[in-house]
């Protein structure tokens, strides 16, 4: 009898347990598509319903001009790009963390989801994982969402051979290559701290890793400096790809920024910039942008023409010295490779 009575009590029990448990989960469930959707939403409608940005205006100084940026300005022409929480939806895996023995320098580079067969000839070519003169280097591909469900799956699957892709859930879009450059700050800051050097890149480019190693250790010594191309004061464009609206932007001029298809910052740098981009309002530009955020970190340029080649005619000696080339696709990528790997130069 007592048995009984003790087996009923256990059983009902259970049963609850299990109601209690279905619940929650179900209730979490919800909560959670609810806060996705909710997200979803508020980056359209972003005035009514906006997720507090934490940015604010800024009144940035070069030492000869001042830069204002009126927040208020910025979120009403790019309201997605100051309020974007950063969310990933594929993270690269590889040697890339704490055991390393070698200094490590990140390849990162933009490349737009679509773009699968630039990102292969890359991985044939120059960006592999490995040891080169001393550093462990680390290419990864930065990438977005397109409306093509076919392409994200084929980015899971490069991913988990590979293991170089970060994504995000926003659009990849001209514009939003200014996310790009801020989310990977922000994940640069939480996970890879004790990072040496990360090369910013595009996917249309011969990069030399053993010439950057070669230059970081010639140059690289100073935690506050950038390298790359110092672009000649551009005037503002008020037209086309580039152009920005005299509402956001009133200046004649941007400060000096070093061009967005190569450059090199140290590690010791990320802190800063990650805190300035958490702060200063999100400018369209990607460049631009890491003028602005480097201008608030208080860091410095070194400028080198090495890192803007365009259209240098092939000669393998030639690019076995060069840092960058740009402007190669992939088939040619792939025919150069092999000539530069064969060529022996004096
Ligand atoms: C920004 O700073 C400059 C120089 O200090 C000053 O002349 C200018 O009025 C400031 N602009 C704003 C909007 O505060
Ligand atoms: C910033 O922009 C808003 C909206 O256009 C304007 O009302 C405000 O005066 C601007 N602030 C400054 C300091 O220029
Ligand atoms: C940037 O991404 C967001 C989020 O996916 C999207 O809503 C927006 O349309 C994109 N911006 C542009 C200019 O395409
Ligand atoms: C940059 O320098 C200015 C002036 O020296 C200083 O007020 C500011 O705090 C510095 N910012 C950072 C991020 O170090």
Redesign the pocket.
């Known amino acids: 009898m007592k048995k009984q009575l003790f087996c009923m009590i256990f059983i009902v029990c259970v049963l609850t347990s299990v109601l209690l448990i279905t619940s929650i989960l179900w209730t979490h469930g919800n909560l959670v598509t609810w806060n996705k959707e909710w997200d979803a939403d508020s980056l359209q409608k972003t005035q009514i319903n906006r997720l507090p940005s934490g940015k604010e ?1 800024v009144n940035l100084t070069d030492g000869v001009y001042s830069y ?1 940026l ?1 927040i ?2 910025f979120l009403s022409e790019f309201p997605v790009l100051q309020d974007y929480q950063c969310s990933l939806t594929l993270t690269p895996h590889g040697h890339f963390e704490e055991t390393l023995a070698q200094p490590l320098l990140i390849l990162a580079i933009k490349s737009h989801l679509a773009s699968g067969a630039r990102r292969n000839a890359l991985r044939q070519t120059w960006a592999r994982e490995g040891e080169v003169s001393g550093y462990w280097v680390k290419p990864i591909f930065l990438t977005a969402q397109t409306a093509k469900k076919g392409q994200t799956e084929i980015l899971k699957i490069e991913n988990r051979e590979f293991g170089d892709i970060l994504q995000w859930d926003f659009s990849e879009s001209h514009h939003n290559l200014s996310l790009k450059e801020r989310c990977f700050l922000e994940w640069l800051h939480h996970h890879l701290p004790r990072v040496a050097f990360i090369f910013k890149g595009d996917d249309d480019e011969y990069v030399n890793p053993y010439a950057v190693v070669q230059y970081i250790k010639e140059h690289g010594q100073s935690p506050i400096t950038l390298h790359g191309f110092r672009q000649p004061d551009l005037a503002v464009m008020r037209h086309r790809k580039y152009s920005v609206s005299r ?1 956001l932007y009133p200046f004649h001029k941007y400060p000096q920024f070093l061009s967005g298809g190569g450059f090199l910052y140290p590690g010791c740098s990320v802190k800063s910039l990650y805190e300035a981009s958490q702060k200063i309002p999100v400018f369209p530009l990607d460049d631009v942008y890491f003028a602005f955020l480097s201008l608030a970190s208080n860091l410095t340029h070194r400028h080198d023409a090495r890192f803007r080649v365009l259209g240098l005619a092939f000669d393998a000696c030639q690019y076995q010295r060069a840092l960058v080339v740009h402007g190669i696709g992939p088939e040619r990528m792939m025919e150069i490779y092999q000539v530069i790997q064969r060529t022996q130069c004096t």
């Open positions: 205006s204002y009126n208020t300005q509402t």
